[in-house]
């Protein structure tokens, strides 16, 4: 008897108590949640210099009671929740950085920030939306920290700068902080991360097992031929025509050896540059590009001929070239287990004929590194007005959120945490 009022207490009656004064706490801290969107909305920092964005969102947690650390990966904040009862580690992240974009919404709360990037005055924009990610994540921290009592294990918040990138030459994001150990101490077991969308309808949930976002890269290829007079190729060897046989190449190994059926990929060749004037062959052009791939292994694939071609091409018409690749982000690749274990929960708070399977997208988002290390799950959260058939793209001018859209953020990520740490 003992016994089973102990289950009852605790999988039924405080559960049920808990839900419907949760939903209570939800609706009373949407107000704050878009009054703290808005402040960020109108004061964006670019990538590795959101220091005031830091300072703010550092006020918050520690006025939450949370153990708060500044300076991570520069200008990150990380704070630690320590539920009443032992267990597993839960991680939760929001990137936190804007974009060299110069806002066109006539908002009351527009930003007239501006800033200087690669050299050029600019304005800066929350084109991305992350500023609905911190405010999100703020109201999380906040219902979690009231309810520290019915969590067992911790929580663990990870604001993250510089998303999009850091600027040349420095080092930040995802991958810096995972370098300065945010992962550890204490070690997490699981992480979990949102996008909103300016092109899913307010309410929805959107998720993907496996690859949800690709892996960048950037590709360089020298290609090295022998100068000549136009008019007489047979004396040279001509670097433009190499080039183009590789691009052939290139876009064979996505058409003839990518199986497709298992995910898409993309190679794409954005910038040549060779020669000088019409009648010359020149010495050697230079290509640039992009690859996407949500597999790792046609990554591996994609690479592996990309090289081969690169080299035997060249070659075999009298040449030579080389290739290099740089990673931009890896996979965003959603742990399958993971995404069966919290399915239930996405269904719960948004309502099964919310939740909807996407497509993946080719776009990439660091996110990934958290994934390479521990199991993650990220998923995009509906941010558009019902209905709106012009629903502007991420990083343009006129990018916008509806506000209505946070909320279920905010219940998404608190339900994923207590359903993960206390089943
Ligand atoms: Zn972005
Ligand atoms: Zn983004």
């Known amino acids: 008897m003992k016994y089973l009022i102990f289950l009852f207490t605790c999988f039924g009656i405080i559960n049920v108590y808990s839900q419907d004064n949760l939903e209570q706490q939800f609706i009373d801290i949407e107000e704050k949640v878009i009054e703290w969107r808005r402040h960020f909305h109108e004061n964006p920092e670019l990538s590795n210099r959101e220091f005031k964005t830091a300072e703010t969102i550092t006020r918050h947690l520690k006025s939450l009671g949370l153990e708060v650390k500044t300076g991570v990966a520069h200008t990150g904040v990380v704070a630690i929740l320590k539920g009443n009862s032992p267990g597993k580690v839960v991680a939760l992240r929001a990137d936190i950085d804007a974009l060299p974009v110069t806002e066109r919404n006539d908002l009351p709360f527009k930003s007239k920030i501006k800033a200087t990037f690669l050299n050029t005055e600019t304005g800066v924009m929350h084109a991305c939306g992350h500023d609905t990610h911190i405010a999100i994540l703020m109201g999380v921290a906040e219902i979690l920290s009231k309810n520290k009592d019915k969590i067992r294990g911790t929580v663990k918040f990870i604001f993250q700068p510089a998303e999009e990138g850091p600027p040349p030459g420095e080092e930040g994001g995802a991958k810096l902080m995972i370098k300065e150990g945010v992962l550890e101490n204490p070690k997490v077991d699981a992480i979990f991360g949102l996008h909103i969308s300016s092109d899913t309808e307010v309410g929805k949930i959107e998720y993907k097992s496996g690859g949800i976002m690709a892996g960048v890269e950037r590709f360089v290829v020298n290609v090295k031929g022998k100068q000549t007079h136009g008019s007489a190729p047979w004396n040279g060897v001509d670097p433009i025509y190499i080039s183009a046989k590789i691009i052939d190449g290139y876009q064979s190994i996505i058409s003839r050896e990518s199986n497709l059926l298992v995910e898409p990929a993309v190679i794409t060749v954005g910038k040549i540059t060779s020669g000088v004037r019409f009648n010359i062959i020149p010495e050697s052009a230079e290509l640039i590009g992009t690859i996407r791939t949500l597999d790792l292994d046609m990554k591996k694939l994609i690479f592996k001929r990309m090289t081969e071609m690169t080299e035997t091409i060249a070659k075999a018409y009298g040449g030579e070239a080389s290739i290099e690749f740089q990673e931009n982000t890896t996979i965003t690749y959603n742990d399958p287990d993971l995404v069966t274990q919290m399915l239930p929960t996405f269904e ?31 998923f995009f959260l509906g941010g558009m007005t019902p209905g709106n058939k012009n629903a502007f793209p991420h990083h343009t001018p006129d990018f916008k959120i509806d506000e209505s859209g946070m909320l279920l953020g905010v219940k998404t990520l608190t339900n994923i945490t207590f359903d993960f740490l206390n089943n």
């Open 348 to 378: 719960k708070v948004a309502g099964k004929e919310n939740v909807v399977l996407t497509k993946a997208v080719t776009g990439g988002e660091d996110f990934s590194y958290f994934q390479e290390v521990v199991p993650g799950l990220y």
